[in-house]
């Protein structure tokens, strides 16, 4: 890849960030609008659906403001188990090393 990308790519590893409310309604509303309008263009397609996430009422937004909870939460807990299995990579690699010095150092091979 370039060095010249204007996003980043996931490495695969890394736990995906987690989506606001927006983006959770829009996910669950774009194959309804799908199925409403087949030949719908993108662009189209948002500003309906952003329309929609606009008329909601407090209470029926409530719900995906509460998904969107629960996906930070599951970002933060594999976020910390992320950086703690990197951490442990790291410290294995480093005692690995410190081994493998302390083996030339006493001149076993």
Do not use: H, M, T, V
């Given at each position: 890849m370039s060095t010249g990308t204007w996003f980043k790519v996931h490495?695969?590893?890394?736990?995906?960030r987690p989506?606001?409310?927006y983006v959770i309604f829009y996910?669950?509303?774009r194959p309804k609008l799908l199925l409403e309008f087949p030949n719908i263009s993108f662009r189209e397609g948002a500003d309906?659906?952003?329309?929609?996430?606009q008329a909601l009422t407090p209470t029926q937004r409530e719900k995906y403001t509460k998904m969107?909870?629960?996906e930070m939460e599951r970002y933060i807990r594999e976020t910390?188990?992320?950086?703690?299995?990197?951490?442990?990579k790291e410290r294995?690699?480093?005692e690995s090393l410190e081994w493998?010095?302390?083996i030339e150092r006493i001149g076993f091979y």
């Open positions: 490495d695969g590893e890394k736990p995906l989506n606001g409310p996910k669950e509303e309906r659906i952003s329309a929609r996430f969107s909870q629960l910390l188990e992320w950086k703690n299995a990197q951490l442990d294995y690699k480093w493998k010095n302390e």
